[in-house]
């Protein structure tokens, strides 16, 4: 293999010094113009490639940006990448993304690579009771801005969604219709969406105790949406609505439902949390608790580059809507699963 093109290289071939050609790359104001002339045409002629990386730890800065989300796959994170990186990439960074996969040992692992080769982060955790990462993050030397976590106890940058507001507007109106067992089948409880949608759920029906609420919190998979369905259908005090945590969890919903051969909304109601493109293709559409990723990923990668402009420390709470649909209809008499 012959070696890489050097910085040497072109200052042999423009008959200059290297500290001259460093001066030409870098944009140094005090280079005359038949210099730069004479050094660009031999980087061309060579076809050399600056060490983007070396340069940025010279100068201080990588013009790189990490991203650790926990499950790359999901939808709602593929979107709140695409809208980050836009404007990351507007503001000249790159997008460095890493996927944990759920485990809070890999977030730390990830912070620990990273931590050289990135200007700050932007952070999904997978746990936020992690003690590990909850160090690690009291000793990251890099600005970093939590996507949709809140850290007890702790004052850092961060978006949020008010998932209070979300969940709270889809059961009243279920109530409304006269729903008096709900179900809400959701995801991880270590993290503040979570933890979130489950006390709002509680305290909406304090004052009305003929609505029962059950929650089951566990992972936002697909397994774990059809298996507690399944629990649920079989057990005396059935569900006539149920609130899906994902559109990971809804997938399993949807599993149960058909294998018991219940229709939607004429045996039970059905709210989801977030849109995907699938559920254009669902018959009847489905009621969704809605968030704006789009939004949600430009405000991150803003806030991130005000943080890294040394600005005062902010957290954005952003709205979220309820979009009923015919998913969700009056209870019908007792139906027992098939």
Not at 109 to 133: N, Y
Not at 191 to 220: C, G, M, N
Request: proline share 7%; aromatic share 6%; charged share 25%.
């Amino acid at each position: 293999m012959s070696r890489p093109i050097g910085i040497r290289d072109v200052a042999n071939k423009a008959a200059v010094a290297a500290s001259s050609v460093s001066r030409v790359i870098s944009g140094h104001p005090n280079v005359s113009p038949e210099m730069k002339e004479r050094v660009l045409a031999a980087v061309e002629a060579l076809g050399y490639e600056p060490n983007i990386l070396a340069q940025g730890l010279r100068r201080g800065s990588t013009q790189t940006i990490g991203l650790v989300v926990p499950d790359i796959s999901n939808p709602l994170f593929s979107e709140l990448v695409f809208h980050a990186e836009n404007t990351l990439n507007a503001a000249g960074y790159a997008l460095l993304i890493a996927n944990s996969q759920g485990v809070p040992d890999s977030d730390i692992t990830h912070l620990k690579l990273l931590r050289q080769r990135v200007d700050g982060f932007l952070l999904s955790l997978s746990d936020e009771t992690d003690k590990g990462t909850v160090s690690a993050l009291k000793q990251l030397d890099k600005p970093f801005v939590l996507l949709d976590r809140d850290i007890s106890k702790a004052k850092y940058f961060s978006v949020l969604w008010d998932h209070g507001a979300g969940i709270k507007t889809a059961a009243a109106y279920l109530a409304d219709l006269g729903h008096r067992r709900i179900a809400m089948i959701d995801g991880n409880p270590r993290v503040h969406p979570t933890r979130a949608r489950s006390q709002a759920l509680q305290s909406a029906f304090e004052d009305r105790p003929e609505v029962h609420i059950a929650k089951y919190d566990a992972s936002f998979s697909p397994d774990h949406g059809e298996r507690t369905t399944d629990f649920l259908l079989g057990s005396e005090s059935r569900p006539t609505a149920i609130i899906a945590g994902s559109v990971q969890i809804l997938i399993g919903v949807l599993r149960s439902l058909r294998r018991h051969k219940l229709r939607v909304p004429e045996d039970i109601s059905l709210v989801t949390i977030d849109h995907a493109p699938m559920l254009e293709f669902i018959e009847p559409p489905i009621a969704t608790i809605d968030r704006d990723c789009g939004d949600f990923g430009r405000t991150a990668a803003q806030l991130l580059l005000d943080r890294l402009e040394g600005r005062p420390m902010r957290k954005h709470l952003l709205p979220v809507n309820f979009d009923p649909k015919s998913s969700c209809a009056p209870p019908a008499d007792e139906v027992r699963p098939t």
